[in-house]
C-alpha cells in the first residue's frame, strides 16, 4: 500500500468548461480509481484558478464584478465532479483563504530569491506569461495564435537562472520525471537554451485590485502561476496551523503525479520545481502530459470558440459513454480528434456492440439456471489472468488499456458463438461455459471500473455475486444502440 497524490490542472474561470477540461479529469479519476483499486492511500485534487487577469477581462465584458464572474463560473467547474463521476478529495478555489495564506509563506520562503526591478516585454493575458520575441510565431503567442500586449512595470522577479544546473540534472536523471519523452526533451532545450529570471508579480493597477497581495506590499498582486501552481501544497494544509496532510501527501511521499495539457509544461517542469527548491519543500515524482482534444482538426479553445459542451454530451449519452470516448478515441500523450459521427460510431461499436451485447447475451442465458457457482477452467484463468497482466501495464495509457479489455469481450463473444451453450445438452458443461463468461465479465468489470465506474456496478449489480456464486437479479441494458 502506497501513499499516492494526483492533481489535475486548475481552470481559468472566465467561461464554462469545454470537452478538453473534461478529458483531463477524466484521465486523472481514473489513475486515482485505479490506486485506490490497490488499496493505496490516494489524495485526488482539482480546482480553479480565480486569482488571473483574464477573469477581470472577463468580467468586464459580461459587465459584472469579478468575484460574481469566477463564482459563476466555478460553480460550472465543481459541477464536472457529478456530471462525468469524478472522484476528487479535494476542490480548491485560489480566492480561498487557506489558499491565501499558503500562496503568502510560500512567497515568504522563497524570499531570499525575490527581487525587485522595472521590466518591459510582451505579454499574453491568455497564458499569463511573458514571451520573447524570437519564441512568437508570426509576431503571435505561439499557444493562443494572438498578438501580445507590451508591459513596462516595477515588478518582483525570481532569480530562476541561478537554478539552471540544477534543475537540468534533476530531469535528466528522472528524479522529475516527465512523460512522455518528447516533452522531458522539450524542457531540457528550453533549459539549455538559458533560464532567465521571471517576472513573478504584477502591479495592482493592472490587476485592476484582484489577486493575492504580494506581503508586504500591497501595490503589488502575485503574479498569476505562482499563486495558482500553489494550490497543489495549500490544499493540503500548506500555511496552515495544520500540515499533516502536507507532509504525508506531499512533504513526505514520493508518489506525487501532476496530470496536465502540454500547453502548460513549462509552468510545471521549470517554474513550479525552482519555487520548491527555493522553498526547501519536495518535489513533484511525475509530471504526465496529455495532448489536446481537437475539433475537426483544431485544438479545442474558449478563445478560438469550437468547443464542445460536455454538460450537454452527458445529457444525450450518458456518462460513461463520455468518459469512454476520451479514454479510447484520444492516445493517452496525444492529441486526438472528436466529432459527432466519431463519437456515435465508438458508442454503436464498442459499447452498445461490444460490451453491452456481450453482457446481455450472457445474463440472459445465465438467467435461466438461476444459481451458479463460478469454476473457470484453466484455460479461462490463464487468459483472463494474462489479460490482467498486460491491462496492469498499460493502465496509464488509457486506450491501450481499454483495447487490452476489449479483446478479452471479443474473446468471450467468439466463445460463445464456438461453443453454442443454448445447444448443449449436458448440464454439467453448460454450467462450465457459463461459469467461464461470468468470470471473465467479473473480471472484465474490474478491469473497467477506473475508466467506467458506473456502468462496472450495474454489472456487479445485475450479477449478484455473493460468496463466489452468481444469481441474476435484475436485466438492464447497459448501453441501448443509438
Known sequence: MKTVFISTAIDYVNASPHLGHAMEKIQADVIARYHRSLRDEVFFLSGTDENSLKNVQSADKEGMP???????????????????????????????????????????????????????GLYCVGCE??????????????????????????????????????????????????????????????????????????SADRAKGWGID????????????????????????????????????????????????????????????????????????????????????????????????????????????????????????????FTYEKFEKRYNDDLASGLGNLFSRVVAMVEKQGELKIQPNEFTLKEVEETRGKYREKIVCFNEALAIVWELISSCDKYIDREKPWEIKDEEKKKEVFSNLLFSLKNIAEMIHPFMPGTAEKMKEQLGEENGTFVVKKRQALFPRL
Open 66 to 120: 469579478v468575484k460574481e464572474l469566477v463564482d459563476k463560473y466555478y460553480e460550472k467547474f465543481h459541477g464536472l465532479k457529478q456530471a462525468l463521476n469524478l472522484s476528487y478529495d479535494d476542490f480548491i478555489r485560489t480566492t480561498e483563504e487557506r489558499h491565501i495564506k499558503g500562496v503568502q509563506k510560500l512567497w515568504q520562503q522563497c524570499a531570499k530569491d525575490i527581487f525587485k526591478k522595472k521590466y518591459k
Open 129 to 202: 506569461e511573458f514571451y520573447k520575441e524570437q519564441e512568437l510565431e508570426n509576431g503571435l503567442c505561439p499557444e493562443h495564435k494572438k498578438p501580445l500586449e507590451l508591459v513596462e512595470e516595477e515588478n518582483y522577479f525570481f532569480k530562476l537562472a541561478q537554478y539552471q544546473d540544477k534543475l537540468k540534472e534533476l530531469i535528466t536523471k528522472e528524479t522529475i520525471r516527465i512523460v512522455p519523452e518528447t516533452k522531458k526533451n522539450e524542457v531540457l532545450r528550453f533549459i539549455d537554451s538559458g533560464l532567465e529570471d521571471f517576472c513573478i508579480s504584477r
Open 214 to 337: 504580494v506581503p508586504n506590499d500591497p501595490s503589488q498582486k502575485i503574479w498569476v502561476w505562482f499563486d495558482a501552481l500553489a494550490n497543489y501544497i495549500t490544499a493540503l494544509g500548506y500555511g496552515s496551523d495544520d500540515e499533516s496532510e502536507f507532509n504525508r501527501f506531499w512533504q513526505n511521499n514520493d508518489n506525487k503525479l501532476h496530470v496536465i495539457g502540454k500547453g502548460i509544461t513549462r509552468f510545471h517542469a521549470v517554474y513550479w520545481p525552482v519555487m520548491l527548491l527555493s522553498a526547501d519543500i519536495s518535489l513533484p515524482r511525475t509530471i504526465f502530459i496529455h495532448g489536446y482534444i481537437t475539433a475537426n482538426g483544431q485544438k479545442m479553445s474558449k478563445s478560438i470558440g469550437n468547443v464542445v459542451d460536455p454538460f450537454e454530451l452527458v445529457n444525450k449519452y450518458g456518462t460513461d459513454s463520455v468518459r469512454y470516448f476520451l479514454l479510447r478515441e484520444v492516445p493517452a500523450l496525444g492529441d486526438g480528434d
